[in-house]
């Protein structure tokens, strides 16, 4: 017998006469009959069912963001102040920016910040956010495509506040593009990016 047919048998006496509860002892009694069986009714542990969101956010890469790059500011606070989301990853302009994943791309900004910007909502549920990307065409911004993993999507360039710094910008969002930020760089070394 498993837990679900073991709650559905086990039914609360909620039929019986309510003279059955007039003693506080046999009250007392009912009380700890519903505990254990509200206790029997909780599905049972199982240590093997991961979480649908790791705490960690640690997703699984299929491809580098980037390939042969050096890594420049990490995820965390900066130096000067602030706190930096992603983590940015240096190559020359020009460099090949690859889907991490099957997904939508959505080309998102073409000013602000980050400079020319894009989302990968992939199919893992996580966004990944690329920035300082080289300048695509105004009509591209806003729109959405679907791409594979390993496609290029764009290429690095020092576009926003770069400081003329070329270099990928890369961030994980978990859960989507308004997901919380997490530190790429575990991801990134599990799918041995250098
Ligand atoms: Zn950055």
């Known amino acids: 017998m498993d837990a679900d047919n073991l709650c559905m048998t086990r039914r609360l006496p909620s039929s019986r006469s309510p003279r059955a509860f007039r003693r506080p002892v046999v009250a007392l009694i009912a009380v700890a009959f519903v505990a254990l069986a509200a206790t029997a ?6 240590s093997t069912t991961p979480p649908a969101a790791p705490p960690t956010g640690m ?18 606070p900066l130096p000067g102040g ?3 989301y992603g983590i940015d990853m240096g190559a020359p302009e020009g460099t090949p920016v690859y889907a991490v994943r099957n997904g939508t791309l959505w080309y998102w900004s073409t000013g602000d910040i980050g400079g020319y910007s894009l989302y990968l909502k992939a199919d893992d549920g996580n966004t990944y ?3 300082h990307l080289t300048a695509y065409p105004a009509f ?23 400081n003329g710094f ?5 961030e994980v969002r978990v859960g989507g593009p308004n997901g919380t930020k997490v ?6 070394d599990a799918a041995g990016c250098k």
């Open 59 to 76: 997703a699984t890469l299929g491809h580098c963001p980037v390939e042969g790059f050096t890594y420049g500011n990490g995820f965390g």
């Open 41 to 46: 009714c909780l599905p049972p542990a199982d």
């Open 129 to 131: 956010y690329y920035t």
């Open 140 to 162: 591209l911004e806003n729109t959405q495509h679907k791409v594979s993993v390993g496609d290029v999507i764009e290429t690095v360039n020092h576009t926003g506040n770069a």
């Open 82 to 84: 602030g706190f930096h």
């Open 183 to 188: 530190n790429p760089r575990p991801m990134l």
């Open 166 to 170: 070329d270099h990928l910008h890369f």
